[in-house]
């Protein structure tokens, strides 16, 4: 196992409950529209990855015309990564529990650490230069640079061409359906640690499934070990391991 990549929405920081979705609602706010999305219907507008692809889906669901919607959604999005790097200077959008851990362990072990989101490079750079700042992701692909965004494979599989790797050395860790799907169309073996809008997906295809990263004295769930890694709650360096082994 030569390389990690990583997803960074709900999977290297908790930024959707309370940080896109009140970026984009102050967006809404702040162009005079009467649009708010609570915390239930936010799970359910996810499925569709890409913040504007989300705006551009619930305009049209509004009944929003399509001339109309192609000048607001990416105005509207301009001002919500605007607003999401705020969020970020404030603290708000931090590192999921044991991900910090998990890092320096993979660093300290040699391991090289990469990303691949459907998010915008703007908001994603400033969230791993603060929030993940002593880390150094060798590789980090974006939604900017992609032309299809999850669960199209093309984010992992321009993390790999960038890493310089096949699939079968590098392993995909994310939270959610989509992103298995995309890390999975890419070949490689995955790892996917839930969260409360993720953990009702159907994620049979990955090797391993938790709810959390776990920490010492505070393992997470184990919710599937299909690969039979040995997991006993804390995603570290071994458990990766193991899972890439086990999945070739
Ligand atoms: C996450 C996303 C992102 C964010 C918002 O998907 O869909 O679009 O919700 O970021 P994944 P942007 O974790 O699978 O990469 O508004 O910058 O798109
Ligand atoms: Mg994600």
Known sequence: MEAV???????????????????????FEA???????????YGRLLRTTGGQRRIEGYLSAKGVGEEERAALAPALHARKTAITTELIDAGVIEPRAGVVRLLGELSQGGCRLAVATTGSRTWVERVLATSLGSF???????GDEVT??????EAFAVA?????LPAHRAVAVEDSAEGLVSAKGAGLACVVVANGYTVDHDLDAAELVLDGFGEPGQPATVLADRVE?????????????SVWARAR
């Open 136 to 142: 150094f992701f060798e590789v980090v692909v974006t």
């Open 229 to 241: 890694s040995g997991c006993t709650g804390i995603v570290d360096m071994a458990t990766l391991t």
């Open 160 to 164: 790999l061409e960038r890493l310089g």
């Open 31 to 41: 162009f005079g529209l009467p649009y708010r999305w609570d915390e239930e219907e």
């Open 148 to 153: 299809a965004r999850k669960p199209d494979p």
């Open 5 to 27: 990549i990583f997803d960074v929405d709900g999977t290297l920081v908790d930024s959707e409950r309370h940080g896109h979705r009140v970026a984009f609602n102050l967006a």
